[in-house]
């Protein structure tokens, strides 16, 4: 019934397909993908469908195609990776079912093959897909949420099945899931999802003692104090501000932002060994920057007052904060 | 020393000056689920990478929400590829190792060195390193090592350091299967002009994909080699294929072993992998010279043991477990070849204070347990 669908589906990938071991004929070649993709489907879809999907299922060609953009996108990126531009499809999937990829690191989080059957199901309002993701993905969403305000955490009725109405677009299709094709698995999507979907929502209502402001403030400051705090802050500001734009955001991301030296370089897109390396020289030419802010001051004077007064001991401006900022990214890397 | 409330303070002046930012209109890159998930999963060109960092230096707001997600891990870390001149890195290696067994000689001379942050920063790598945390260790002294002005004395004792950070982070990472991680830190020492051969070893082991318990210099057990608890054998199937890259590290290893024939690390490295490879003499000759190299080398005697048991020759077998539990009791893998090694030949009794032994020195859960259960029918 869908066969002309199914081979349909596989045309635009034929001229790569070709090029990939043991497919010769064109014709013999789809009817194996299409078999292949209908035993997973057998397989994926008998715990979450109320009956499973095979080819006379009216939905059978959305989860097929579905099913075959994971597979082909996996493929696809294997050949380019291998050296001869071939991989068997066979081995690609074993490889994708037990959640391993092919970009670096290679860490899809699950098998994005079955996150695409529970996609699709979960759309088609398949109760036992609903209580699956609910199993699966709860407690994952809840932790989450907990890491971006604690009260999502407490009050996860406030928002998850509006979170699960969002994915699955019962009552506003399409849902979100919708663009999802299994290039990682639903857990690593899902988080990025989650993450701005509670973004863009309110608050619930705080409860009991839950209203304290996240960060209390420090008791006020005296007059002096303030203004002395304030000549350094200046003088700080004045120095990274003529620091290059990609030394900047390095140090942002590092102090500001509270990354990580692995995590600040992903950013950047470089090796940790070379974000660390930056660091270093970025570190070296704000001291060297400040350095000459302070000695070019015109309010010497005061600065010289503000160091006694805030530092008693006064020494290298310069020089103690380039150590503390070496010092608190150790403390934030043993964290 | 500044006190701690300076150390703020002046941290504090950093901060506020480096926020002090306005947030410019949208569109945010942040509030894109899809473009952030293609950035993930390393998708988007170079064109839009570099559009996406011009954007994050200029917008507080979007780096905020970003660093949120990814210290929440909402959103996984994208992939970047370490550029690795591979033929000028194989040149550098060969002409290097040699003055990186200089270099490792030198860790124990005693060091001097004028007034200067260098010491200072070399104290603080030392401490990282005391606490446990080499990749700042690590970080800390390729600082260092790219001033350009350092006495020689300062560098050399730099590149030690350099040389114990990058093998303990190789290590840790190794154990946790990052093994493109330990390439990285491999390929940071090279970038220098430096090898060291342990962290080439953990290189190896790592190109190999198999994690460090699994591999002679951290472990080596029967387990590994599908042989039950109970001395039986099976077949586990779950070994590495031997295809191209596994024969192109096999003769990468033998011209090393024979370039740098008294590293221990390399020697039973190699002796392992022929193991793998079913080829018991050429192992067997390359434990023994771990053995001359160093006869009271625990690892080599329980590989000895190994290659003996998969020949079918449990009591030399026996006595090569047995040698290593003596050398090291508090080999988990000594002990749980010798409790194997017993049932195999019908020694159950004799098996049992090894097999507690075993259960104590192990975190494993699991195996506790199958030891447990084995006990018990024992009993």
Aim: glycine fraction near 6%; aromatic fraction near 8%.
């Amino acid at each position: 019934m869908h066969t002309a669908r199914i081979a349909e589906m596989f045309e635009n990938d034929k001229q790569w397909l070709l090029r990939q071991p043991e497919i010769n004929s064109w014709e013999r070649a789809c009817a194996c993908l299409a078999e292949q993709l209908e035993r997973w489907l057998r397989e994926y879809s008998k715990p979450l469908c109320e009956q499973v999907v095979a080819e006379k299922h009216p939905e059978y060609p959305s989860y097929v195609n579905r099913l075959w953009r994971c597979w082909g996108y996996h493929w696809l990126q294997a050949a380019g990776k291998s050296p001869d531009g071939k991989i068997r499809g066979q081995e690609v999937a074993e490889r994708i079912r037990a959640g391993k990829g092919y970009s670096r690191g290679g860490r899809l989080g699950g098998d994005p093959l079955r996150d695409v059957v529970l996609a699709v199901a979960l759309g088609m309002k398949e109760n036992e897909a609903a209580i699956c993701f609910q199993t699966d993905y709860y407690d994952f969403s809840r932790h989450l949420a907990g890491k971006q305000n604690h009260r999502f955490m407490h009050d996860v009725d406030d928002w998850w099945n509006e979170f699960v109405d969002f994915l699955a677009g019962y009552t506003q299709p399409p849902g979100k899931l919708e663009r999802f094709i299994g290039k990682c698995a639903l857990r690593n999507w899902l988080g990025t999802v989650l993450w701005n979907f509670l973004r863009r929502r309110p608050l619930p209502e705080g409860i009991n003692g839950d209203d304290l402001p996240d960060n209390p403030t420090s008791p006020a400051d005296d007059v002096a104090r303030q203004e002395c705090l304030a000549l350094f802050t200046r003088l700080v500001a004045e120095a990274f501000d003529k620091l290059p734009k990609d030394d900047r955001l390095l140090l942002r991301l590092l102090y500001v932002d509270g990354l990580q030296l692995k995590q600040a370089a992903a950013v950047i897109g470089v090796v940790p060994g070379q974000a660390s390396r930056r660091r270093g020289r970025a570190i070296q030419r704000f001291q060297q920057l400040l350095s000459e802010q302070v000695a070019d001051s015109e309010r010497e004077e005061s600065y010289q007052d503000c160091l006694q007064y805030l530092m008693e001991d006064p020494r290298d401006f310069a020089v103690a904060l380039c150590d503390i900022l070496e010092d608190s990214l150790a403390e934030e890397d043993v964290q | 020393m500044n006190s701690p409330d300076k150390d703020e303070l002046l941290l504090n002046a950093f901060k506020s000056a480096a926020t002090g930012q306005e947030t410019p209109d949208g569109p945010h890159v942040v509030d894109d689920d899809e473009q952030l998930i293609s950035w993930s999963l390393g998708e988007i060109d170079a064109r839009r990478q570099s559009e996406l960092r011009d954007h994050l230096a200029d917008c507080p707001y979007c780096r905020k929400e970003l660093a949120a997600m990814i210290r929440a891990g909402a959103l996984k870390l994208p992939p970047v590829e370490a550029v690795v001149p591979v033929r000028r890195f194989w040149h550098r290696r060969n002409l290097i190792w040699a003055t990186a067994a200089a270099a490792t000689l030198m860790i124990g001379i005693v060091w001097t060195m004028s007034d200067n942050g260098s010491q200072r920063i070399l104290a603080m790598v030392e401490k990282d390193l005391g606490a446990g945390n080499p990749a700042a260790a690590m970080d800390r002294v390729e600082t260092l090592l790219d001033e350009e002005e350092l006495d020689a004395n300062t560098r050399q004792k730099a590149q030690g350091l350099l040389e114990e950070s990058g093998y303990r982070l190789a290590r840790k990472n190794l154990r946790s299967g990052d093994f493109q991680e330990v390439l990285d830190v491999e390929h940071r020492t090279a970038e220098r002009g430096l090898s060291f051969s342990r962290l080439s070893s953990l290189r190896l082991q790592a190109e190999r994909g198999i994690p460090a318990e699994h591999a002679l210099t951290q472990s080596g057990n029967l387990l590994d080699y599908g042989y039950e608890l109970s001395g039986q054998s099976y077949n586990k199937g779950a070994f590495p294929t031997f295809d191209e890259t596994t024969q192109r590290i096999r003769k990468e290893l033998a011209e090393a072993v024979k370039k740098y024939p008294d590293s221990l690390d390399l020697r039973l490295n190699y002796a392992q992998l022929l193991l793998e490879e079913n080829e018991y003499k050429a192992a067997e000759e390359q434990f023994n010279t771990a053995l001359r190299l160093d006869e009271k080398n625990a690892l080599a005697h329980v590989g000895l043991g190994l290659v003996r048991y998969h020949r079918e020759q449990h009591d030399d077998a026996l006595k090569s477990f047995v040698e290593a539990t003596a050398l090291d009791p508090t080999s988990f893998d000594a002990q749980l070849n010798t409790a194997i090694c017993l049932e195999r030949i019908g020694r159950s009794d004799e098996a049992i204070p090894y097999w507690r032994k075993a259960n104590e020195l192990t975190g494993d859960t699991k195996m506790k347990r199958r030891i447990k259960e084995l006990l018990s029918a024992v009993n």
